[in-house]
């Protein structure tokens, strides 16, 4: 097995069997909340949940966001999470596809996707560094392999800095970003890898010319956390000390959202511990146009399709029940209710030179459903 299929293997380990979430920094989710209506005006069944993005229509507001890619286990998961992206006509974003590129006899782990999902709308994905070490042909590849609709380009310094065999070079991404968004021809997403975007880094990536923005941000899962238990099992306990060190590193999810959307017009999905449909509620009433979620379906994908599915349908209809309960009768109605931020994270944002209480303050609804 080869040095990125087992690093990929060792990940999904680590997952399964170690606390790999933030400790003290969480989402910011628990500091947000939607004011109840009591006299919604509207029936259960009248609530959409459908949704445009990037010029697809899907069902939900839910993106199945990149958990891993590679060795066989990697193909049985992947799997899993196209079966119910098909089914429930959702986006689906592939883990990093950087092993499969490099050694072909991965590539089938990633090519059963479209088998199983031939009408989802999938995201490839390769990290930022890959993309400027080996060029806009091996982004091409990563596209064709699977037929993607678009292209997620993974930014991961914290990750890439405390891995072992890591490659913490990062200069030239902004112009190799800006360079793939005007050739490669399909949208592309820029995503963090659990340590959130703030809106300066949002600001440059709109004039690079990305088609979205997946914030990724701090609260859930720990990409520093997973490499020092990686670099633990192998003996190095150093790496693992300064992995254990920025556990809690990061933009917030919900201050990310909200920056990213301060700042630019960009489409945003709106991910990194989000465990509910109700945290998918309040990342889209903070501006998101989606919700991403990845580590809580990890265990249900190695059960099978139907376990992701069921899931997810639990997470929708939780989000629907958040929309009701609002008045809102589609996601464009929700993104318009009354919220209220308190905490850490209305702190946050005020000590960023946002203001949380125009923030808070909507434009008037009808209470009317079309």
Known sequence: MDVSSRRKLE????????????????????????????IPELDLE????????????????????????????????????????????????????????????????????REVAPDVFIAANVGAVQLTSEG??????????????????????????VQPEGEAKFKRVLESINELSKNVGVPVIVKETGSGIAREEAMALEKAGVSAIDVAGAGGTSWAVIEAYRALSNGDERKHSVGMRFRDWGVPTAVSIVEVREATSLPIIGSGGVRS??????????????????????????AGGWAV??????????????????????????????????????????????????????????FTCE
Not at 14 to 32: H, N, P, Q, T
Not at 348 to 353: D, Q, S, V
Request: glycine residues 6%; proline residues 3%; aromatic residues 4%.
């Open 11 to 38: 990940h999904i380990w680590v997952c399964l069997e170690k606390d790999v979430e933030a400790a003290s920094l969480r989402s910011g989710f628990d500091d947000i909340y939607l004011v109840h209506r009591c």
């Open 309 to 366: 599915i069921e899931f997810l349908e639990r997470i929708m209809e939780e989000l629907r029940l958040a929309m009701f309960l609002t008045g809102s009768c589609s996601v464009e109605d929700l993104k318009k209710a009354d919220v209220v931020i308190t905490g850490r994270t209305a702190e946050w944002l005020r000590a960023r030179g946002i203001e949380v209480s125009r923030l808070a303050t909507r434009r008037a609804r009808a």
């Open 46 to 113: 009248e609530v959409s949940m459908e949704v445009r993005f990037l010029g697809r229509r899907f069902k939900a507001p839910l993106t199945i966001s990149a958990l891993t890619g590679g060795p066989k286990l990697a193909a049985v998961i992947n799997r899993s999470l196209a079966e119910a992206a098909q089914h429930l006509g959702l986006l689906l974003e592939l883990g990093s596809q950087r092993p499969a590129l490099e050694d072909s006899g991965l590539k089938a782990s990633f090519k059963t996707v």
């Open 277 to 302: 449909g109700l945290d998918s509620a309040k990342a889209l009433s903070l501006g998101a146009d989606m919700a991403g979620m990845a580590l809580p379906l990890l265990r249900p994908a190695l």
């Open 136 to 161: 806009l042909d091996f982004v091409k590849q990563a596209i064709d392999m699977v037929e993607a609709n678009a292209v997620a380009v993974h930014l991961n310094p914290l990750q890439e800095a």
